[in-house]
Every structure is written in C-alpha cells, then in structure tokens.
C-alpha cells in the first residue's frame, strides 16, 4: 500500500514540474520577437533534424519564433534543400549572410520582422 502512495506521488510531483516548467518557457503577450537563426553551410546537413526540432517547440507552445535560414556559403543543392523547406513552412525565412540586419530591422503588418 506505501509503494502506492509513493508512486501516486512521484507521478503527482512529475506532472506538477512539467507544469511549472511549460509555463516558466511560455513567452508572455507584449514579449520581443525572437528568431532562431541558423547559419547554414555546404549541403545543408543537419537542417532538417535542427528545424524538427524548432517545429517541436513551436508546436508544443514553449516558445514562439521566427527561424531565419542564412545562407553562410551553400551549395546549390543546400540552396534547394533550403528552398524545398520553405515551400513546406511558409513562415521559414532564408537570406544570405549580407541581407540579415535588413531582415531583423523590418516589421510587417503582423508585429513579426520579416523580409
């Protein structure tokens, strides 16, 4: 009967921590935008795991972002690789190295910086 108890407990503590937690990540109404930017280079190994993993935290609602691909010397099939991701996720934003403090000082008509 006491290992009931103590494992209604554990479960009780583990629920309430991630409980805490979620809402200590939440960003708040009125917050700063915020990019997750990502140099990228050669064939553009390793982006589709990184944006999964973006895409998670989005979707789970810890944060809220806008991910901006550079293009820090691409291949022309990381560039198609970069561009078949953005057709999948129009709010994916991709740029060379040059263009990035004009992408960040912009604002459009929803309160997000974008190109």
């Not at 293009?71 to 990381?78: F, N």
């Not at 040059?98 to 912009?106: N, P, Q, Y």
């Amino acid at each position: 009967m006491e290992f009931l108890w103590i494992l209604l407990a554990a479960i009780a503590l583990l629920f309430l921590n991630r409980l805490i937690f979620t809402h200590l990540l939440r960003p708040t109404e009125g917050s700063l935008p915020v990019f997750a930017v990502l140099p990228v280079t050669g064939d553009a190994e390793g982006l589709e795991q990184t944006l999964r993993h973006l895409d998670w935290l989005r979707r789970e609602k810890f944060s809220r972002f806008t991910i901006l691909v550079v293009d820090a010397g691409l291949t022309p099939d990381g560039r198609s690789t970069v561009q078949a991701f953005g057709r999948r996720d129009s709010t994916l934003l991709f740029c060379p190295a040059e263009d990035v403090s004009l992408i960040l000082k912009r604002k459009d008509d929803h309160g997000y910086f974008s190109l």
